[in-house]
Nanobody, 115 residues
């Protein structure tokens, strides 16, 4: 198992930036992949970005060129740098860790982008 704690959400104007952090209770190299998902009201939870334990990244088309996922192995933390934010990026953002066939989730952080 793993515990995930997200931080860094908040309110930002369109065009601004935020950085989300996800601190893991175990080494990020001991999980298959970590990622960020988001869920807007009335919508399903969708993948935003992910990074495998060997460093391969994947992004949703809607965030390519604006968001960057990265990690700090010394801190067991994964980050999501979000630039050029748009109102449609407003959602609750969740950190996810995949271990085998299981998904573990953080509590989520609210990101609100005002236009």
């Amino acid at each position: 198992q793993v515990q995930l704690v997200e931080s860094g959400g908040g309110l930002v104007q369109a065009g601004g930036s935020l950085r989300l952090s996800c601190a893991s209770s175990r080494s990020i190299f001991s999980v298959n992949a970590m990622g960020w998902y988001r869920q807007a009201p009335g919508k399903q939870r969708d993948l935003v970005a992910s990074i495998t334990n060997w460093g391969r990244t994947n992004y949703a088309d809607s965030v390519k060129g604006r968001f960057t996922i990265s990690r700090d192995s010394a801190k067991n933390t994964v980050y999501l740098q979000m630039n050029s934010l748009k109102s449609e990026d407003t959602a609750v953002y969740y950190c996810d860790a995949k271990i085998g066939s299981n998904d573990y989730w953080g509590q989520g952080v609210q990101v609100t982008v005002s236009s």
